[in-house]
């Protein structure tokens, strides 16, 4: 039994079935080709995941395709466990153990184009389910100028990283291309012919080999926690360290000290726009004087779909009946997606980024940085400081016709100024 994905539209998330489905009744004898299939043509749709959930009809696969999950088949119970073993096995994970999660990584092998996967299993009601990662190989790396940042952002971006001391920190939802973001600053540093500085990673794990760049994997380590291994890392005169993410006290302060003592430290951190860092690090009880002095700059993106050139339509912005988001910058007229073969039906070919960026110094914000963080006074004096926000630019791609209000919505929501 193999069903298609459900039947699509650019108003749903799914995507036509592809060669995987029309192979698959053929292979369900060959386990290791049907995996391959899979596998195949996953990388060939450029998923960035590809959900396997076991359900009591089979496993549904469904793929993350620009961001957003498509169905694309139903896998019969009859195969649904060795498929999972199969994974397993490709990523070295013990296949009998089927009652706590694992994770592991299947390695190119055959296809080093395609670049490496990595797959996390859990344990459900229904059996076992499978997250499969696709890291795209290293050729697709991009400079800072390839990125499409807005121009200003980029220019701010740039002179942050130039700096000697003080904290960088991307922010955003995951898969909102954070570490894209942060490997394009550590390549940019790295291939600066001015000066020439010593890098080192603490990342979990390591996503990319950088040339020039000391990177540890700390899903290699026994032992012994980030915050730690900041301090370490301090003892070995790097210039420059990146740490994967900050997700405790501990290491936020590690970071900050780090930051004070003349090192250059760029991060991530999951928020939801800049001035939500500064409150998540009071709340993890940074004092507001070491933020003044260490915080250098955030920034924060986001990542929407790009309509299709070759279906779009324009229409009157009051006939849409979205009222979301502002319509002043669209010239009474937005691009909306249809959904034709070329972009699988979907409405969307692509992705873009919208972006802010926050910069610390001596001025009203930075004062404003009290021993009480208010955040609706930081986003007011933000807004009069001129500063641009992610709505701000997801107005410009609306007004180029790049994405949809639609598409902004899902992304930002509704109350996102």
């Known amino acids: 039994m193999f069903r298609r994905g459900a039947s699509t539209t650019a108003e749903t998330a799914n995507a036509p079935a592809g060669p995987f489905h029309e192979r698959a009744a053929q292979l369900t004898g060959d386990i290791p080709a049907l995996v391959d299939a899979l596998l195949d043509d996953a990388a060939d749709r450029r998923a960035g995941d590809v959900h396997l959930t076991p359900t009591p009809e089979g496993i549904e696969v469904r793929y993350r395709l620009d961001g957003v999950l498509a169905d694309v088949a139903l896998l019969p119970p009859s195969v649904s466990a060795s498929v999972i073993a199969r994974l397993k096995v490709l ?232 009222n979301a988001i502002d319509t002043e910058l669209r010239n009474g007229f937005e691009a909306n997606p249809v959904g034709c073969e070329a972009c699988r039906g979907t409405g969307y070919s692509g992705r873009a980024v919208i972006a802010e960026w926050l910069e610390t110094g001596d001025d009203a914000l930075s004062r404003s940085l009290t021993s009480r963080i208010d955040a609706r006074k930081l986003r007011r004096l933000r807004a009069e400081s001129g500063a641009q926000v992610l709505a701000d630019d997801a107005l410009r791609l609306i007004a180029e016709g790049v994405t949809s209000p639609l598409e902004v919505a899902r992304v930002l929501g509704v109350s996102s100024n």
């Open 91 to 322: 990523a070295g994970l013990l296949t009998y153990r089927t009652d706590v999660p694992q994770e592991g990584r299947i390695e190119p092998l055959n296809r080093p184009q395609k670049g490496e996967i990595r797959l996390s299993t859990f344990p459900t009601l229904h059996g076992e389910r499978a997250a499969l990662r696709f890291v795209t190989g290293t050729e697709v790396l991009h400079d800072l100028d390839r990125l499409a940042l807005p121009d200003a952002v980029v220019g701010s971006l740039r002179r942050a990283i130039s700096a000697t001391s003080g904290l960088v920190i991307i922010t955003g939802p995951a898969g909102a291309g954070k570490t894209t973001t942060l490997y394009s600053c550590l390549r940019a540093i790295v291939a600066d012919p001015h000066t020439k500085r010593a890098v080192i990673t603490l990342e979990d794990p390591v996503e990319r080999a950088l040339e020039g760049v000391s990177q540890t994997s700390l899903d290699r380590r026994d032992g012994g926690s980030l915050a730690a291994l900041v301090k370490a890392v301090l003892r070995q005169d790097p210039d420059v360290i990146a740490i994967g993410e900050i997700r405790d006290r501990a290491t936020a302060r590690a970071a900050m000290q780090a930051a004070l003592t003349g090192h250059l430290v760029l991060t991530t951190t999951h928020a939801g726009d800049t001035v939500e860092v500064l409150t998540r690090l009071s709340d993890m009880r940074i004092p507001p004087y070491i933020l003044r002095s260490g915080l250098r700059a955030v920034l924060a993106q986001r990542l929407v779909r790009r309509l299709c050139t070759a279906c779009r339509v324009e229409m009157r912005s009051d006939d849409t009946g979205i």
